[in-house]
């Protein structure tokens, strides 16, 4: 057993300086362990063993946060996650009760901390760092803690070991995301977690060491230290509901991925932004006979061609269907040069592939295996450019006209300094040809490879054999004790495919008893179609993990969202038994008060799909999807807001997201559009959707408070967005100028209308948001600011022949050629077009002109709605979400998808229903149902009054619930009969005392109201 370590050995390593001003008495240091301090991808345990003389079950808690990831356990027992995606120089902590957990005697702390070492859509790098403290507290009234009793801290008395379980090479998830799981059970195993363990007789291969003092609470980069101002969030296990296939495989030879953008950009690490760049990366296949094979890839936009022996194969002359890309070649006895031609862009992707060939063979560096433990090669970069969208490029301008750069000129010789040895390249037939490029090659690192791509081994298997699906194998969908059985499988394999019968959003947790070295490969996906599966391009959503002997139970760290989970076990000596295998669904903690039922099934149907859906895109922000990206995007958040007031009514997740945005100023005075990111990105409507987010913030909530806090910030980002008003009057600006994901014409620099008219309602947002914080005469700047913005729109952007605004003024002066349906709505929502142009506006609501561009996303969709009632037209917005979210249902769809088929943009095949399945942009239905069919809407700041005014559209009937931000909830239920010649529309409204409530029946109608209180 350990034992304490001596304050002697309390070292600090760096001398920070102090910047917080403590709203906590940390006891706490913060602290490490090895060289690195920002390492790659590296889990590193901490553990701190300590003696209880008595414990009466007293209340204790561990007050924590580190960088990135933690998970806690005391006594072996799991019992926190975090912290909360923040700031680094505003770090979230989280207080986790666990004086149920300790006893008398010996207690353990454990924790695993996760270092991502890179940025990601949700992390801005800081440096590897754990702070932590055990107290146990006394509570005095309204449940204050009365006095606190520190018992341990973090110092360097904790022992530190790196996880040896854990591969620390395996590839990136996305762009969007830090790294995909693999886990070697033989090198790991649980009892670490408890006390009386004995690091000398472990098991495991975890070398222990004492923990090194890093700083202070309120050093840099945590300058700041917060308490979490969310609740933890929920875990609560979900079981498949069946097995969907089953099938005996053969893997391919061998996979691989490359980190291509770090090792073209190795400042990357620092930031998420997209590159550019032109290079190779080299390898040999040392076949030990001559034979054919395959090499396949995986949508990597970079990736221009290979070549094999001094002969090219271009990406687009390759086998398969968008976006995998096969190529047969032949290999030679010996030695085969491969060389993978890079010229374009990624943002973090990386490069996943295999070779399958019948013939063995194995990849050696071209470089000798003296030089270099890496079986790869870099060539490049030649030239290369980090690209931010709301910031000018200084490079040359020529390499614009180049394709790889966005122009549509091929490369040729004269395109930057050693283009003519980088065209050289691909005609290169031996590795001693590679002299010539010596002053551009090196080895790839070693620590950018992955050994293996178990998304590729996953999608591409040599031979797949369909299996009856036996009563024995749905054991594994059952809260029991059986199992499902495979035989053992040494050369081939099985795969299972397991549907959860939803998407869900959370932790994957699984028990096995297999022989040692057996191979469990997991991987996630939202849809498939009988045999047609719609694989994660762009997102390597796989976990591999190896079996120790015997039963065991592995419970990843790691978020993921799926519907349908791939179970692959190969390499196993003897049958294998499979006990369970579980999600942790993990969301924030709701109340489901929110109810919708109707005369019309599909709309009930499509309305629950809306509640789950925003049900599973609230985690400890707002997120786009559970899957492909886990971003809290600034823009989407604002419509997700809304639809969770009408569904949950929670308020810390909005006012948590909302006072996270003006943290990215120090990135830029215009905030980013995602965030906390290494990815500095701009779309002004985020921004703008930002602002009017606060304003209904306040109007829901009543708090003058957050009007009076955040109005500093938004006046800051507006006044900067209003040094970019041009001579004309009008925004012009760089920046990623997005709105839907359709062909509509948004440029990144210019005058774009939608933007216009949106900042244009935005500053009349902000005037009335100025008002509630007290500030008059500022409101009445932005007020009359936005009126002038108004009337330029309204001068330059409309055309008088096609009685539309235009699309955009390209930065050349040129208008656009196309109109869209997006453009249109927008000006008609933001009161932008008034008198005829708003009557024609409103005329393409009802029959929209058939060369306009058509809105392309349920997201778009949310404002067309907003458009349709304005004009008094909730039938066409029922008729619109039948046909549309009706198509979800059709599919079998359990959430909302993020875009409408037919759409070629964001997705990796053309052919995809969508990318996302699960999309929190797109649960409008849960908005408009309750705010405009049920028709409850505030009429007073904080809803202290509220007018009931329901819109039937073509229904018979509906009921339904909407939560209060006040507490309790807003029953209706109203019915239209015929009765007597007459058309009756019975209203029935229950609501808490204290509200004012206004019944207004539609007009046309025989009112019969029914009013009562709780």
């Known amino acids: 057993m350990e034992t304490d370590q001596t304050a002697a050995c309390c070292q600090k390593s760096v001398d920070y300086p102090h910047k917080e001003e403590r709203t906590f008495d940390w006891k706490a240091h913060w602290i490490w362990g090895g060289t690195e301090k920002l390492p790659r991808n590296e889990w590193r ?118 996880h040896a379980g854990h591969e620390q090479r395996s590839p990136r998830m996305s762009c969007q995301l830090a790294f995909s799981e693999q886990m070697d059970g033989r090198h790991w195993c649980n009892e670490w977690l408890a006390a009386g363990f004995n690091k000398t007789n472990s098991s495991s291969y975890m070398l222990w060491e004492n923990a090194i003092i890093i700083g202070e609470p309120g050093d840099s980069p945590w300058l700041n230290l917060k308490p979490s101002d969310i609740p ?138 003296a030089l270099t433990n890496s079986a790869f090669a870099l060539i490049g970069p030649f030239v ?64 950018l490879i992955s050994e293996a791509s178990v998304f590729v081994s996953s999608i591409w298997k040599r031979s797949s054999i369909a299996k009856p699906v036996s009563e024995e194998l749905h054991r594994v969908c059952f809260s029991n ?32 008893d297999a022989p040692e070295g057996t191979v469990i490969d997991l991987y996630g996906l939202e849809y498939m179609d009988n045999e047609r599966r719609q694989d994660t391009f762009g997102l390597d959503n796989t976990l591999r993990y190896i079996c120790r002997e015997g039963r065991q139970i592995y419970e990843s760290p790691i978020r993921r969202g799926l519907r349908y989970l791939m179970v692959t076990v190969q390499g196993a000596s003897r049958a294998v038994r499979l006990f369970r295998v579980q999600m942790l669904q993990s969301n924030y903690p709701l109340s489901e008060i929110g109810r919708f039922n109707s005369s019309d099934p599909l709309l009930n149907e499509v309305w629950k799909i809306s509640k789950h859906t925003a049900k599973l895109c609230m985690e400890d922000t707002f997120v786009d999807c559970p899957a492909y990206e886990q971003a809290f995007w600034v823009g989407d958040s604002r419509n997700e807001a809304l639809i969770n007031y009408y569904l949950f009514g929670a308020k810390d997740i909005v006012k948590r997201c909302l006072q996270l945005v003006p943290g990215s100023s120090y990135e830029t005075p215009l905030y980013m559009d995602q965030l906390p990111s290494g990815w500095s990105s701009v779309i002004p409507n985020w921004t703008f959707f930002w602002v009017t987010a606060c304003l209904e913030y306040v109007n829901y909530t009543g708090s003058k408070q957050f009007a009076n806090d955040i109005w500093p910030k938004v006046r800051f980002t507006l006044d900067h967005y209003l040094q970019h008003v041009d001579s004309k009057g009008l ?64 001068q330059y952007l409309w055309s008088e022949e096609r009685q539309a ?44 002109p058939e060369d306009f561009v058509a809105i392309g996303s349920p997201f778009m969709a949310f404002f067309y709605y907003e458009a349709l009632i304005r004009i008094g037209r909730t039938d066409l917005v029922l008729e619109d ?134």
């Open 45 to 162: 345990c901490f553990r701190r063993e300590f003696e209880l003389q008595t414990w009466e079950g007293n209340s204790a808690q561990v007050t924590i946060t580190a960088d990135a990831k933690y998970v806690l356990y005391v006594n072996g027992i799991q019992c926190g996650r975090g912290p909360n995606r923040s700031w680094p120089f505003e770090l979230d902590y989280h207080v986790h009760e666990v004086g149920h957990l300790l006893h008398a005697g010996s207690n353990t702390l454990a924790i695993i901390v996760i270092s991502y070492g890179v940025a990601t859509f949700s992390y801005v790098p800081g440096r590897g760092g754990l702070l932590a403290q055990l107290d146990s507290v006394v509570y005095g009234i309204e449940e204050q803690v009365k006095y606190r009793n520190n018992i341990i801290s973090t110092d360097c008395s904790w022992q530190t070991a790196i």
């Open 232 to 369: 933890d969030l929920t875990e609560q296990e979900v079981w498949p509901v069946r097995v969907e296939s089953f099938k005996e495989v053969t893997p391919i030879s061998r996979t691989c991925f490359l980190d291509i953008r770090q090792a073209m950009e190795p400042a990357g690490a620092y930031h998420a932004n997209p590159v550019t760049f032109a290079g190779y990366a080299v390898t040999i296949i040392h076949s030990f006979e001559a034979g054919e094979a395959t090499i396949g890839f995986v949508g990597f936009p970079a990736l221009n061609g290979i070549a094999l022996n001094g002969v090219f194969y271009p990406v687009t002359a390759m086998e398969g269907e968008k976006p995998q890309r096969f190529q047969r070649v032949q290999l030679n006895e010996g030695e085969n040069l491969l060389l993978f031609e890079l010229a374009g862009s990624d943002h973090g992707g990386g490069l996943h592939f295999g070779i399958d060939s019948l013939v063995k063979f194995e990849l050696v560096s071209p470089l000798g295996a």
């Open 384 to 447: 290369k450019r980090v690209h931010i969208d709301h910031k000018p490029e200084n490079d040359d301008t020529s390499l614009k006209s180049y394709r790889i750069f966005g122009g549509d000129q091929e490369l040729d010789e004269n395109a930057f300094v050693g283009a003519d040895i980088f065209l050289r390249c691909r005609t290169m037939k031996a590795a001693s040809e590679l002299e010539s490029a010596k002053a551009w090659l090196s080895p790839f690192p070693v620590e």
């Open 481 to 512: 004790q059986q199992c499902t059985q495979l035989p053992a499988c040494m050369e081939s394999g099985y795969e299972l495919m397991l549907d959860f019968g939803m998407e869900y959003s959370g932790f994957l947790r699984f028990e096995v």
């Open 731 to 794: 925004l012009t600006i760089q920046a990623w100028n997005f709105l839907d994901w359709s062909p509509m014409e948004q440029p990144n620099e210019g005058t774009v209308t939608h933007q216009n008219v949106v900042f244009a309602r935005t500053l009349a947002d902000a005037a009335s948001l100025a008002e509630l914080a007290g500030e008059k005469a500022a409101g009445d700047v932005y007020r009359q600011a936005s009126e002038s913005l108004s009337k330029a729109i309204n």
């Open 805 to 848: 605004y235009v699309d955009c003024i390209y930065a050349d002066g040129a208008y656009s050629c196309s109109f869209s349906m997006q453009t249109q709505v927008m000006a008609l929502i933001t009161n932008v077009a008034a008198g005829s142009r708003c009557e024609q506006l409103s005329s393409y609501m009802v029959s929209p």
């Open 881 to 1014: 979400i039948r046909k549309n979210f009706g198509e979800m249902i059709k599919y079998e769809a359990t959430t909302c998808w993020e875009l409408y088929p037919g759409f070629v943009e964001n997705r990796p095949n053309p052919k995809d229903l969508t990318r996302s399945h699960c999309h929190a942009w797109s649960a409008a239905p849960g908005y408009f149902m309750g705010a405009y069919v049920l028709g409850i809407k505030p009429t007073k700041v904080g809803w202290g009054a509220v007018q009931i005014a329901p819109h039937p559209g073509n229904l018979d009937w509906a009921k339904g619930t909407v939560p209060l931000p006040g507490g309790g909830r807003m029953d209706v239920n109203w019915s239209i009969r015929e009765e007597n010649g007459q058309r009756i529309f019975r209203l029935e409204v229950i609501a808490p005392k204290g509200i004012e409530v206004e019944l207004v029946v539609p007009e046309g109608y025989q009112a019969e109201c029914i009013q009562s209180w709780l």
